[in-house]
């Protein structure tokens, strides 16, 4: 089984050089696209993108970024009907045989932006209730699949987020899914947002991918199951 993970294209910033990376990947099973695929509502690349990546026959589920507006995410839906979005859902995939649970959020900001504190009525609130809502769809996945993944745009870890600013942390994620995975409700959790942070991290036995595009500059490629070799990581 091949599960890979992207984010933070902004197609059409990344789109050349995804193209390329792309070429190193001829089958995976299953693509996890943790959001911010396309650059400020620009929605005309995201199928650009998706061609690219179905070349290798992998099953695509998707979150929705910061940069896919939210009233965008209809037209993405009906313009890319082979992407699975889920938003503020989960699903179960099988595949080899493995059953896969996913939960699929935009994710939670600990600190809201000027921006959204502006624009969006009570977003704190918003936040918090998402954390918890999320929690409650990992404890009922929990008994329906051999393996949990978590999969936002922000950082549910703090861990992936060394390389930025640690003041700018708190704008870039949520410490509050860290509970979920200390108590064993995710196996694996795949984020994007921290263009500049940390790759991998384990937080209990929950293993922590930010696949970010410009950290990365190519597709991660997370193994699901087995010994993770960190050097692979930090190499």
């Not at 918890?132 to 996945?141: C, K, V």
Request: glycine fraction near 8%; avoid cysteine; aromatic fraction near 8%.
């Amino acid at each position: 089984m091949r599960i890979l993970g992207l984010s933070d294209v902004h197609a059409p910033i990344f789109l050349r050089e995804l193209k390329d990376a792309a070429n190193e990947f001829e089958e995976a099973d299953l693509i996890l696209l943790a959001g911010d695929i396309i650059d400020r509502g620009r929605i005309e690349y995201y199928g650009e993108v998706v061609d690219t990546l179905s070349s290798t026959g992998a099953k695509i589920v998707a979150v929705f970024g910061n940069d896919e507006f939210d009233d965008l995410k209809e037209a993405l839906r009906r313009d890319n009907p082979e992407v699975l979005f889920l938003d503020d859902e989960s699903v179960v995939l099988e595949i080899e045989g493995i059953s896969i649970g996913i939960v699929g959020s935009r994710g939670s900001l600990e600190l809201p932006t000027t921006w959204q504190r502006r624009k969006v009525p009570k977003i704190e609130e918003i936040y918090e209730n998402r954390v918890r809502i999320i929690g409650e769809m990992l404890r009922d996945l929990r008994d329906k699949a051999h393996i949990s993944v978590l999969l936002t745009h922000y950082a549910t870890t703090m861990r992936t987020l060394r390389g930025e600013n640690p003041r700018a942390w708190r704008y870039l994620g949520h410490r509050g899914f860290e509970t979920y995975m200390n108590e064993g409700l995710v196996d694996i959790a795949v984020h994007g947002h921290s263009h500049n942070g940390t790759k991998f991290a384990t937080v209990g036995k929950a293993s922590v991918y930010n696949v970010a595009f410009p950290l990365w500059k190519r597709i991660v490629d997370i193994v699901p199951k087995g010994e993770i070799i960190l050097e692979r990581y930090f190499g």
